[in-house]
């Protein structure tokens, strides 16, 4: 409690927290410009004709079919240019386009899908998309998933354009040849080879925002982000998406959102309008030789299982605290990041086989996904979800919604999920539609008060400026 003592000391002193605009995964993670997606309505999951690999890896073919599909996308945006002091004031000037940033997508339809990442279009007026054959169409956003950071836009052409079919990323194996293309500080259609040098890569489990990244040494610089990596076969297997890197310019490493979860976003954005994520219902993390020690067991890998959801899935299959995940569909987990990559492909009312061990026993349970159901508080930078009655008895509260995660970057800095929220202006919040009611009328600029209680019940409220 005392992290969460010092957060509302910082936020009061501090007048009021805005929400941040969207930030890097870390200060030595560049994100380049984009993420993918695609959906089995768009383009086959597998690409049916002649393999192309040999013994000489012969790239040209799989290059060819691929830059076809990658085009250029410039984010513009229009302001007003004051052209007095009376216009700095008054709000009056020039409106004057201006181009603040650019990146690459995936053509995923003949009709003119796309697939890029959500920080290449983030904030546009006006998007221009770019083909392989230097024809420029204007493109409109279709939705867009922050958290994945993949966005699906689309434009209107005359005939079909050249698009990329979907590989299974499932079956992707560590060291297998891999292409990127993209449009690397804006020289387009630009194709540099690799090969696969991990999965279900991590940045800080601790973030809030599990990822499970392909990662791939094909070189990637800014403006490959949304761009494709591909098979030998030509088939998409990731959205080039970020680089570690001292510089800002590739050093060897370079990272991908796997297909088959950037198909399954875009899939939900066509079908439901937004991301249906699929939960077990459980907390926890990565088994290590430490965690392993402090807890007296003789396994190092899997997943740990820390606290189970009352009445979720894990819950009413018969998982328990303490239980060790090893497997889910006979996919081999031995990390988080293999769970949360693995479960980024399902939606609610999935049923998964989950293999895991309590102590020398060995048992298989089917678990039925629930709906994530969460909603971001812009100000001052919190996305909760809700919590059961049960749950709440060990706050001593009958109402509330629980933090899932700080979304503001200054907030970021604490340890909140798990603190409850009880009232938003005084009025008292059970459900997500209460937060959502509570503050659908408040100005970006206007004060909210919010109310907290931490697990062992010490309460405290705060007025965000």
């Not at 599909?69 to 004051?82: D, L, T, W, Y």
């Not at 890569?201 to 973030?207: A, G, H, I, K, V």
């Amino acid at each position: 409690m005392k992290k969460f003592a010092s957060l509302l000391f910082v936020a009061i002193l501090g007048g009021g927290i805005t929400l941040g605009a969207y930030k890097l995964l870390e200060e030595n993670i560049q994100h380049d410009v984009t993420s993918v997606t695609t959906s089995s309505k768009f383009s086959p999951v597998t690409y049916n004709g002649t393999p192309l690999t040999s013994t000489n890896a012969d790239f040209t073919e799989a290059a060819d079919r691929t830059v076809h599909a990658v085009v250029h996308v410039k984010n513009v945006q229009i302001s007003r240019q004051p052209r007095s002091l009376q216009d700095l004031f008054y709000g009056g000037g020039e409106m004057k386009k201006g181009l603040v940033g650019a990146g690459s997508g995936v053509i995923i339809s003949a009709d003119g899908y796309i697939v890029t990442n959500n920080h290449v279009i983030d904030g546009a007026t006006e998007l221009e998309v770019s083909l392989n054959d230097n024809r420029t169409f204007n493109a409109e956003v279709i939705g867009a998933d922050p958290k994945a950071d993949i966005a699906l836009i689309k434009i209107d052409a005359d005939g079909e354009l050249p698009y990329l079919p979907f590989g299974n990323s499932d079956n992707v194996r560590i060291g297998e040849w891999a292409l990127a293309v993209g449009n690397p500080f804006n020289l387009t259609s630009t194709v540099t080879a690799g090969i696969i040098s991990a999965k279900a890569r991590d940045f800080n489990e601790l973030d809030g925002n599990p990822q499970s990244f392909l990662q791939t040494d094909a070189a990637i610089n800014p403006g490959n982000s949304g761009g494709a990596l591909v098979n030998i076969n030509g088939e998409l297997i990731g959205i080039n998406t970020a680089i570690t890197s001292q510089t800002g310019s590739y050093v060897g490493y370079a990272f991908a959102v796997p297909s088959n979860n950037a198909r399954k976003i875009v899939e939900d954005i066509m079908e439901y309008g937004d991301v249906q994520r699929g939960i077990l219902g459980i907390s926890g993390g990565s088994l290590n030789p430490n965690l392993a020690n402090d807890l007296s067991i003789d396994t190092v890998e899997g997943v740990y299982v820390g606290d189970v959801e009352i009445d979720g899935g894990a819950d009413k299959a018969g998982l328990k605290k303490g239980d060790i995940i090893t497997k889910i569909d006979n996919v081999v987990i031995r990390k988080f990041s293999d769970l949360t990559g693995y479960l980024g492909s399902k939606r609610p009312n999935d049923v998964v086989e989950v293999t895991y061990t309590r102590g020398s026993d060995t048992k298989t349970a089917s678990v039925k996904l629930l709906k994530y159901s969460s909603f971001v508080i812009q100000k001052p930078g919190l996305e909760v979800r809700e919590i059961s009655k049960e749950a709440l008895k060990e706050y001593g509260v009958k109402e509330g919604v629980v933090i899932a995660q700080a979304t503001n970057d200054q907030l970021k800095r604490y340890d909140l999920s798990g603190i409850v929220i009880t009232a938003i202006d005084d009025k008292v919040v059970k459900t997500i539609d209460d937060v959502k009611r509570a503050v659908s009328n408040k100005a970006p600029n206007e004060a909210i008060s919010i109310s907290f209680v931490s697990k062992g019940g010490e309460r405290k409220q705060i007025i965000f400026q």
